[in-house]
């Protein structure tokens, strides 16, 4: 900015012919003007200002340069209040990505709500259970449930979620009450997964009293769409592998039951990512900030309906 400084003075110098009253006039002292005065020409190669003991005037090349230095702070001046403008009315396009039971239940209900507030910010909303590249796909931020991988993104942690192995009260009459995660590899029951193509894990890893442990569960019916495989647990298909809060109201309401709770699944993060430039835009620390706030409060009230 020193050199900004300096077209600052030279301007009012030039626009008061007095050196004394430009130094007045920028809050520094005539000492400190005509250091940046000196500073300027010695950068220019050229005499700026003709000076006396009772005048100072702008030599032909100071004319000249006058007329352009205005234009460049003129330009500077235009291009800082577009940015304040922006950061006290954001506007543009954020590209949000976020797997489908996590956008349709806890994003996807307060979109309006946070376009009311920032009416010039437009979401772009993507839903997929699979993975997704921010930089490849140009996305701004994803919402991701599950392990993070090390990579350079921003990552802000936004909930531990609990998750349950549930079914459908006609599949336990049926098949009976798994009681661990033993009884789902017995062969007697039907375990409903998601999968899809370059999936990692084709297992459950759940809790015993000797630790984590996996296990290698199958069944007729899979998917790469959660919300699917709710369905076809709440119509007696299977057992499924489920975050508490994506079958909270199931569970209140008895249409889904707890099983094999000897062996529970581990929590899960819910995380929010984001390229390290993002949080240096206003709109996107807005969103993120309204989001994460949102989701909260929606979780501890689906949380609460949750019997026991």
């Not at 200002?49 to 460049?72: D, H, I």
């Not at 009260?169 to 193509?197: K, Q, T």
């Amino acid at each position: 900015m020193s050199y900004v400084n300096n077209l600052k003075m030279f301007v009012r110098v030039h626009e008061l012919a007095s050196m004394s009253a430009a130094a007045r006039d920028q809050r520094t002292s005539p000492a400190v003007a005509s250091a940046r005065i000196s500073e300027l020409e010695k950068h220019l190669g050229v005499r700026l200002f003709n000076r006396t003991t009772r005048s100072l005037q702008p030599t032909e090349s100071g004319k000249l340069f006058y007329e352009g230095a205005k234009k460049v702070l003129e330009a500077i001046e235009e291009a800082e209040a577009a940015v304040r403008d922006v950061a006290q009315n954001p506007r543009g396009v954020i590209f949000v990505a976020a797997p489908l039971g996590i956008g349709r239940r806890l994003i996807a209900p307060h979109v309006p709500a946070f376009k009311e507030l920032y009416p010039q910010i437009d979401i772009r909303l993507r839903l997929s259970d699979r993975g997704v590249d921010l930089t490849a796909e140009g996305l701004d931020v994803a919402f991701h449930l599950g392990q993070l991988e090390d990579s350079t993104l921003k990552v802000r942690q936004i909930a531990d979620c609990p998750r349950l192995l549930c079914a459908a009260p006609a599949y336990i009459a049926r098949r009976g009450m798994p009681e661990d995660g033993a009884a789902l590899v017995s062969g007697r029951h039907d375990c409903l997964n998601l999968r899809f193509p370059g999936a990692k894990e084709f297992q459950w890893t759940l809790q015993t009293p000797e630790g984590s442990k996996r296990y290698e569960i199958t069944g007729p019916f899979e998917s790469d769409d959660g919300d699917v495989l709710t369905e076809w647990a709440l119509a007696g298909h299977g057992i499924v592998l489920k975050p508490v809060f994506e079958v909270a109201e199931a569970l209140q309401r008895g249409m889904l039951l707890p099983v094999a709770t000897a062996t529970p699944p581990l929590p899960v993060k819910l995380s929010l990512l984001s390229q390290s430039r993002s949080q240096k835009d206003s709109k996107i620390r807005l969103f993120c900030d309204f989001m994460i706030a949102r989701i909260k409060a929606d979780l501890a009230a689906r949380m609460a309906l949750v019997p026991g």
